[in-house]
């Protein structure tokens, strides 16, 4: 069985919330404090792995017994290994971008291929011609259009012809039959008592 108030109460567009405003407001508050839990704790984890990367990578320098000129020499060659870490980094973030793009660009095509956009329910408005032109020319446009003179002619149908033969052709039954008693000095005396 089909219940029609049941139908259209469940797709009515302002549904009434089974939840509390304050409840609401309690569920999102505890949602914004967990999401800045996970967070900090994401962040955390991830300084734990740059300190470990970093004490793996960097070994333990002792400059207290270097002379001057060694010095120079370490400091030379880090300078040297800091551009060529430069250029690596500029050159990864060069792709991260161009991948970003192109993720995008593909997100969008399949999208495309699916078809998963949603159409909004479309109502007929009726509007005459004369508002669509002031809609698209704005003020300028002053005249009507008659649609109706741009439209083709229709041929009739062999019936409808025969009955306008029919309408025109009484005159000419009329004059036939003139010499019948007089039918037509008949017509022409009534025509001017009415």
């Known amino acids: ?10 797709f009515s567009p302002q549904r009434k919330s089974k939840i509390s405003a304050s409840r609401k407001l309690m569920l999102k508050s505890l949602m914004v404090a967990k999401a800045k839990e996970d967070l900090e704790q994401e962040l955390v984890e991830k300084e734990k792995q740059k300190e470990k990367y970093l004490e793996e ?3 333990a320098l002792n400059i207290n017994s270097m002379s001057l000129e060694e010095l120079q020499k ?9 551009d060529v870490v430069d250029e690596e980094r500029y ?5 991260v971008i161009h991948n970003t793009r192109e993720i995008k660009d593909l997100n ?3 999208l495309d291929l699916r078809g998963k956009f949603k159409r909004p329910n479309l109502r007929r408005v009726r509007v005459s011609a004369d508002a669509i032109l002031r809609s698209l020319l704005g003020s300028k446009h002053k005249v009507s259009l008659d649609l109706r003179a741009n439209l083709k002619s229709v041929k009739k149908d062999d019936a409808e012809k025969e009955k306008t033969a029919e309408v025109s052709d009484w005159r000419k039954n009329v004059e036939a039959m003139s010499g019948m008693e007089g039918r037509k000095k008949m017509f022409d005396a009534q025509a001017p008592a009415q």
């Open 1 to 10: 069985m089909f219940n029609h108030t049941s139908f259209t109460l469940s």
């Open 57 to 59: 990578k960097t070994p």
């Open 74 to 82: 370490l400091c030379e060659e880090l300078h040297s290994k800091i």
């Open 91 to 95: 050159d990864i973030e060069a792709k």
């Open 108 to 110: 969008i095509k399949v």
